[in-house]
């Protein structure tokens, strides 16, 4: 039709070549609800290609020493960040999260990743002791487990999938990806440096698609021996489900429902735009309207504001930062994750109560407590019943500690030495001399 804009297309990446696939799901431009990109609607047999050239890749990958597969992730960084403003430019678009955004926090860290990872593979050490009695050395060896199925969310896109290809590759796994439906052109973006960065052929394999027909074959497949999921807890049941018959190395990092808990002695200064910032940088109606059926108050946003947007953007997704108060701890909007810009307002009167209440709920996976009193900020910490606690700040990460939730957040931890003891097996050796 004349004047219909051109579709992007994506291609499955496999054996280090771009694939066409014989069906396409839409994907929209979340500012305007058009379709602006078509994603490979995958199954079984693309999953098939992928993991053989991962398999095949594995050895030569493998034997390579860490300071040469540290030099490969390395030049990925260099790479993509010489794109910075490219990939900030496609995220931004395909994500529904701000340009600035994009440009500071998701891209900066993609390239973080891979440079974090590329430096700490070369300095983790191993284990020995003696039995001189005996006449025997005892010491440890860790090896890559073998083909890495990665499953990364929609709402972080090119910096959770980076957060576990670094990691495996490091480890020197080779690794079939499956990056959201929703959010899939950074992904495919990043394939196109891989080659010129000197990765080989199949050892980075990312296969576009569903969850039912990608994921669940993905998972299923009885040659990939670990699988690292972030996602949503239904779906980490259904993976469970699935490896549980081989036996696979899971990590599961699941939905969270974090406390900010502001005590009266806080540094209001510092405390209330970090509170805005974490409260409102996730861009879900139905959760407001059913606050309102509960008795809950509206202060501001959906139902109070009017949205006002230019005429291209009336049919994108947009909401109103919404503030709700008078709302009961039994309520949807304060058990469950709302992935939109909404946040609930609740008083509380001691130490005791805020730390039982913030527990109640079935997520563990951070949590924020704002207060000058250092004892007090020690004590809470200590018992929240979060796998993350940060005090008088938010979103300061130290990458070599561990990440990861408590309780229906997850399962396993990430960073320096969690990600290296997931992607590899520890054997003990004992030599008698």
């Not at 940060?390 to 990440?403: G, M």
Request: include cysteine; charged fraction near 20%.
């Amino acid at each position: 039709m004349a004047g219909t804009k051109a579709l992007l297309m994506l291609e499955n990446f496999i054996d280090g070549k771009f694939l066409p696939c014989s069906s396409y799901i839409d994907s929209y431009d979340p500012s305007t609800g058009e379709v602006y990109c078509r994603v490979p609607n995958s199954g079984k047999d693309e999953i098939e290609a992928a993991v053989k050239a991962a398999r095949e890749a594995f050895p030569g990958w493998s034997s390579r020493s860490p300071q040469e597969r540290s030099r490969v992730l390395n030049q990925v960084a260099d790479l993509l960040e010489q794109s910075l403003e490219e990939f900030a430019q496609a995220e931004s678009k395909d994500q529904g999260k701000t340009l600035a955004l994009a440009r500071t926090m998701d891209i900066p860290r993609s390239v973080q990743n891979f440079r974090f990872f590329a430096s700490s593979i070369l300095h983790h050490t191993s284990e020995c002791t003696q039995m001189d009695h005996l006449g025997c050395m005892h010491y440890t060896v860790r090896t890559p487990v073998g083909v890495a199925g990665l499953i990364s969310p929609w709402n972080l896109p090119l910096y959770l999938l980076t957060w576990k290809i670094a990691p495996a590759m490091a480890a020197g796994n080779t690794v079939v990806a499956k990056p959201s439906e929703l959010t899939s052109v950074t992904a495919w973006m990043l394939c196109t440096l891989l080659g010129k960065a000197g990765v080989p052929p199949g050892v980075v394999n990312i296969v576009f698609g569903t969850g039912p027909r990608v994921g669940e074959a993905l998972v299923s497949h009885p040659e990939v021996p670990l699988i690292s999921f972030t996602g949503s807890q239904p779906t980490a049941e259904r993976i469970t489900q699935l490896s549980a018959p081989h036996c696979k190395k899971l990590s599961l990092e699941l939905g969270g429902k974090n406390p900010a808990i502001i005590f009266e002695d806080a540094n209001l200064d510092e405390c209330i735009p970090a509170t805005v910032r974490s409260s409102f940088a996730n861009q879900v109606r139905s959760y407001v309207k059913r606050a309102l059926a509960e008795g809950a108050q509206i202060w501001c946003g959906e139902g109070v504001d009017k949205l006002n947007l230019p005429a291209r953007n009336q049919a994108g997704y947009f909401m109103l930062p919404t503030v709700i108060t008078d709302i009961k701890d039994e309520s949807c909007c304060m058990t469950e994750e709302i992935f939109g810009p909404v946040t609930c307002v609740v008083p509380f009167d001691s130490e005791e109560e805020v730390i039982e209440r913030a527990n109640n709920v079935k997520y563990g996976l951070a949590a924020t407590v704002w207060s000058s009193n250092v004892g007090r900020v020690h004590r809470v910490a200590k018992k929240l019943q979060s796998g993350l606690v940060w005090t008088n700040c938010w979103l300061i990460r130290e990458l070599n500690l561990p990440f990861g939730g408590m309780k229906s957040s997850g399962i396993g931890r990430e960073g320096a030495k969690d990600s290296y003891d997931f992607f590899t097996e520890i054997k003990t050796i004992t030599v008698k001399h």
